[in-house]
Every structure is written in C-alpha cells, then in structure tokens.
C-alpha cells in the first residue's frame, strides 16, 4: 500500500475507528532545544518523532550572526542520540542593528533557513529582539529579494494592551502593513491563537503560513487556573478562549496548506516556572504527535494529518518531503511526568497522562 492510498476517502471509511496510521515523517517548524545540560536532555523527545526541526535562535546569547547559527547547529548534531538522524534547521535572530549583508552571507552559504522576527520583550529571551520594525526595513528588503522566509512572534508589547488582544492589535498594526509594503516577502505567522490569525494566513495563505501548537488544541485560558494556577501551561501567546480553540482546531484539521505543524516546544526548568514572576513556555516536545494525532482523531479528520504534520510545511519551506515513514498507534500509553535535567525536572506537557495514541515504528 502506497502513502497516499492509505486512507480510503469516503464518510464511511471516515468515520470506521482505525487502530493505527502510518504517515511520512513530521516536521517540527518551530522548535526551542535550548542548549547545554537542558539540549541534551530535551532533543531525544523531539530528535524521537521529528524528522527536521526550524531551530529557534532566542539563546543567551541570542543567536545573531550566521557563525553562532553553524557553532549551534554543531552542538545540537552533538546530542543527537546514537543513530539518529534529526536535522536542525537553523535561523537568525533579529535584531535593531542586523546586517543585511549578514543575512544574505548565512543564507547563501545555507546556515539560515529563515530568520526570526521577535518584537523586543515580547517572550522568553526577546529582550534584544526588534523595538519597531522600520529599523529593519533594508532586512526586511533582502530578505524578500533573496526568498528567505520571516517567522514572527506576532504580539504587540505595550503594556497597556490587555494579554489576550496583543496577537490581534499586532496583526492590525504591524502584520498587514508588512504584508502590503513587501509584496514578495514570505512569512510565517507562528503559534496561531486566535481566529483573527487563523482569518489573516487564510487570506493571504499564497505567501504566508500559520504554526499551530499541540497545546493551543487542547487547552484555553480557563484552563491555566483549574484548580489553581497551573504555571506549566503558561505559555505566550497565552491560550484564548474557547471559540479561539475551537478555530484552531478547524484550521489544522481542514486541510488547507496554509497550516501545519510548529510544536513550539519551550522547556524551562521547573524552578523557573514555579515563581513568583515564572517564565513562559510549555514542553510539549514528549507528547506531541500523540496530541495532534487525538486531536485529528475526535475531529474525524486523521486522513489529514499527514498533509498537516509531514507536507504542507515542507512545501513552503521549497523543502522535500521526508521518505521515511512513523506508525502512530491507538494505544494508551503515557509520557513520563518530567524529564531530569541536572538537580531540576522539566515537567512534561500531559505527562503521566493516559494518551489514547501512542508512538509505533519509525522507518528511515
């Protein structure tokens, strides 16, 4: 049986419960590994599911110059487990003061895939990002000149605008007056929350794409206080309501080529997230596809998942499509709660939670 004969597209077969999938292997278009002790310990969860992962540049030092991009990728090459083949793909941290010329040097020489639009103080380690996006217009020229894609962090960060609107403010006034000053630029709109963004990629889904996370299908804002405050499902953007959920899960499963997978797993210690001021970011990195495949699964729509998680991203990247083959299994299974790193834990995001799909053969 062929990739692409392995579902039978009827209602009926549609709605008939089947006890495993094999897809193309997955992508991860928007992935944070850290570095050090943290890399090392997190990568094999995602080096396990993910055939090649977009490398988020937003270290300590931010990863600015095509240079720390190829020392970086090194590292993580490093701690692969033995026998594994994941590929980083790296990207370039923006900055007020980022060399055009730099750009097009880490491009060309193929360091860069794409480079990485933070606005300053918008997230984790987005202190150095961009404090207003007319300093990089000349950046912003080459990059379209030279087809290298933008990923943005699509928040506005004035203080005075309330959390769960800065994703729609910042497409208002900063999104759509980039799109039309640089009609040639592609973009990726990262870990889409509301359904304005999921309207924007949509409607200009011929240049631009949207990263939808494993988290934002599962969880909404009432969920990080259920019980008392939850800080490891803080994340940012933060979850919205439930209408904004429910839009997500349409866009991911509806088959358009807009959408596809960007996990934006972000580990952080549990110390970190245990604060008085925690840091935002969820580890997904575990548990993943096991989401998403659950996910399709209730929405009657896994004959989609492979275009979703193995293709569409692929595509619009000029990127081809993995060979090898994963099995996801309707099994229960369940991730460990946490991962150890040195003297602290990572908690895991649905961790020591029974899954109703679970990881099968992985075949290169």
Request: net charge neutral; glycine share 6%.
């Amino acid at each position: 049986m062929t990739l692409d004969s392995l579902f039978d597209a009827s209602a009926e077969s549609k709605k008939r419960k089947v006890d495993s999938i094999r897809i193309r292997r997955p992508d991860d278009w928007h992935v944070h590994l850290r570095d050090g002790a943290m890399l090392r310990a997190i990568l094999p969860f995602t080096a396990a599911q993910f055939a090649r992962g977009i490398i988020m540049p937003n270290l300590v030092p931010p990863v600015t110059t095509a240079a720390a991009a190829a020392a970086y990728r090194s590292r993580i090459l490093a701690a692969r487990p033995v026998g594994n083949d994941f590929e980083p793909l790296m990207t370039c941290y923006l900055t007020d003061t980022t060399s055009p010329d730099e750009i097009q040097k880490g491009h060309s020489e193929g360091v860069w895939v794409a480079a990485k639009y933070y606005p300053a103080g918008a997230t984790t380690n987005a202190h150095h990002g961009v404090t207003s996006i007319s300093r990089i217009r000349p950046v912003l020229e080459r990059m379209e000149r030279i087809g290298m894609p933008l990923l943005i962090h699509g928040e506005a960060t004035d203080p005075a605008v309330d959390i769960f609107d800065r994703e729609a403010l910042f497409l208002e006034q900063t999104l759509l007056p980039l799109l039309r000053d640089h009609q040639e630029l592609k973009a990726v709109v990262e870990h889409v929350t509301p359904q304005e963004a999921v309207d924007v990629v949509r409607a200009h889904g011929s240049r631009i794409a949207g990263t939808i996370t494993p988290h934002h299908l599962v969880i909404n804002r009432t969920s990080l206080f259920q019980g008392g405050l939850r800080p490891h499902l803080y994340c940012l953007p933060v979850a919205k309501r439930e209408h904004h959920r429910l839009a997500l899960r349409r866009a991911a499963t509806s088959g358009d080529p807009c959408f596809f997978i960007g996990t934006d797993t972000a580990p952080h210690l549990s110390k970190a997230k245990e604060a008085a001021c925690g840091c935002a970011g969820v580890f997904v990195g575990a548990t993943a596809l096991q989401t998403y495949a659950q996910v399709f699964d209730e929405e009657i729509a896994l004959d989609r998942l492979e275009a979703f998680a193995s293709l569409n991203g692929a595509r619009f990247y000029g990127l081809p499509a993995n060979t090898g083959t994963i099995e996801l299994k309707r099994r229960a299974a369940a991730a460990p709660l946490a991962v150890r790193v040195d003297s602290d834990e990572v908690m895991v995001f649905r961790g020591g939670e029974s899954m109703p799909w679970s990881l099968g053969e992985v075949r290169p």
